[in-house]
């Protein structure tokens, strides 16, 4: 049982992949384990897969898994010696040929660019280190000017701020790896370099209901059609390395905010990455700025924050997990962090489902409830009460181990695998029991109920009641 409300995603890597340090993770704080298929063939998907998997079977909890997808990857050739030195103010020419390049051009072999691009157009090299802009455009190559020149090496990356590619966010790899995922029966997919809710509707095609959708947001222009893009994702991520890189950087917070309050209002589960322990990757403390935006995303209600290369590459992979745990239980037991989830509490949507959820959290603080308990098959109405972010444990009852791996990254969920009730006394009888043996309601305290009449029904959230949890004798079998 985790002492805290916010969940953390680690990436598994060449640091992190056996089953030993996958035990370590979870056990330290770890809720879900991203795969990173930029780094990741078949047999090192289906290998990853199968050790976390048996590692959830031993330890008898659910974990999710999020295959991260590498999305559309625009880079340079290579160059005759490796590098080239750009100087600001110089002109430096783009193409489709394939001869190594210099000082004075090089091949950047994805012609939709040449289609995209226009006169005035940014291009972006190396994580924005070096910048170009567009003089003179051609199908098969373009004359641009270095506005800010240094040092470019082999297959440096790309980036076009202000391009609309002709390019949807799924690559052939992605597709195939997607495909993989799925038969394995990851329970997230984690869609990169998405511009459109178009993206986000053909990898739902391709995913078909067998893992949720995670849509990344790390391109201006997506930036333009957030709520679009939240009403088709079941979750976003902010993924602050690209998205830093194609914005000026100053704007990047704010617009942290800006969706992790869109994706609450819309009950969406939402997730901050990229650098938040960075020097973790080679220290086993981080820096003081770096627990302060761990804190940030906390205290703004986001329901998972990542580690990258500090779990996947770094040399102090449990010890980043370890840290991003106490960050999270320490921000939730400051005593400013109630008014501040308070008073970004968000309205319930005008359906019997939200107004039972908004009613639950409601009855429970009166009450001075125990737990919000929640019945659910398809995971609807664990993602509605989560959505009110009540302070008090909130504890899922559902019978699908699918169900329970993906609620596994929404906040302050608690996921327990159990029969599917009965009746309504069975219903509220193991709900009880489940809160007291799991630890937490105690005999004479009362529960909150929620659920769904007829029970099984996904997506009828329609029923609250009020329990009492009996003493342990009279519990009945889970």
């Known amino acids: ?41 078949a047999d090192g998907l289906r290998q990853v897969h199968s050790t976390v998997r048996s590692v959830e079977e031993e330890l008898g909890r659910p974990i999710g898994i999020l295959a991260d997808l590498q999305g559309p990857k625009l880079r340079v050739g290579a160059f005759a010696n490796d590098s080239v030195d750009l100087k600001s103010g110089n002109d430096f ?14 091949c950047v072999p994805h012609p939709e660019i040449f289609a995209a691009i226009e006169e005035g157009s940014q291009l972006l090299l190396d994580d924005g280190r070096i910048r170009l802009r567009v003089k003179e455009v051609q199908k098969d190559h373009a004359i641009t000017e270095v ?77 333009t059609h957030l709520q679009e893009i939240a009403d ?59 627990v302060s935006d761990v804190a940030t995303a906390v205290f703004e209600g986001a329901d998972a924050v990542m580690l990258s290369a500090e779990s996947a590459a770094g040399d102090f992979p449990a010890e980043a997990v370890e840290m991003m745990n106490r960050i999270g239980a320490q921000v939730e037991s400051d005593p400013t962090y109630p008014s501040i989830m308070y008073a970004r509490e968000t309205q319930p949507e005008a359906t019997g489902a939200d107004a039972i959820s908004a009613a639950a959290h409601s009855v429970a603080d009166t009450l001075n409830a125990a737990a919000i308990v929640c019945w659910t098959n398809s995971g609807s109405t664990g993602l509605r009460a989560a959505r009110e972010r009540p302070q008090l444990p909130i504890v899922v009852l559902t019978p699908i ?5 993906q609620l596994a990254l929404v906040w302050g969920v608690h996921c327990v695998l159990t029969e599917d009730a009965k009746d309504l006394d069975d219903m509220v009888d193991r709900a009880c ?43 009945i079998p889970e």
């Open 147 to 223: 506005t800010i020149g240094g040092k470019l090496s082999n297959r440096k990356g790309v980036n076009l701020p202000d391009t609309l590619l002709p390019l949807t966010a799924l690559t052939d790899k992605d597709r195939r790896d997607a495909e993989l995922a799925l038969e394995l029966g990851v329970d997230w997919l984690a869609l990169s370099f998405i511009q459109r809710p178009e993206d986000v509707a053909e990898a739902r095609k391709i995913a078909r209901g067998r893992a949720a959708i995670m849509a990344k947001i790390e391109k201006p222009l997506a930036l």
């Open 433 to 475: 029991n489940i809160a007291f043996k799991e630890g937490f309601a105690q005999p004479g305290q009362r529960i909150v109920v929620m659920a769904g009449v007829p029970l099984g029904t996904p997506g009828a959230t329609n029923m609250l009641r009020v329990a009492y949890v009996g003493s342990p004798a009279a519990a």
């Open 1 to 41: 049982m985790r002492r805290r409300n916010v969940k953390i995603i680690a990436t598994l890597g060449p640091a992190s992949s056996s089953a030993e340090m996958i035990r370590t993770l979870f056990a330290t704080g770890a809720d879900v384990f991203r795969l990173n298929m930029s780094h990741l063939d």
């Open 401 to 405: 181990v699918e169900t329970a791996r």
């Open 93 to 106: 020419r783009i193409d489709l040929d394939e001869t190594p390049g210099d000082v004075t051009r090089v």
């Open 232 to 290: 088709i994702a079941d979750g976003m991520m902010v993924a602050r390395g690209d998205l830093g890189v194609e914005l000026p950087i100053e704007q990047v917070p704010g617009w942290q905010k800006q969706i992790t309050r869109l994706c609450r209002r819309n009950g969406k589960p939402v997730v901050v990455a990229t650098q938040m322990l960075e020097s973790m990757i080679t220290s086993p403390l981080p820096t003081r700025a770096e």
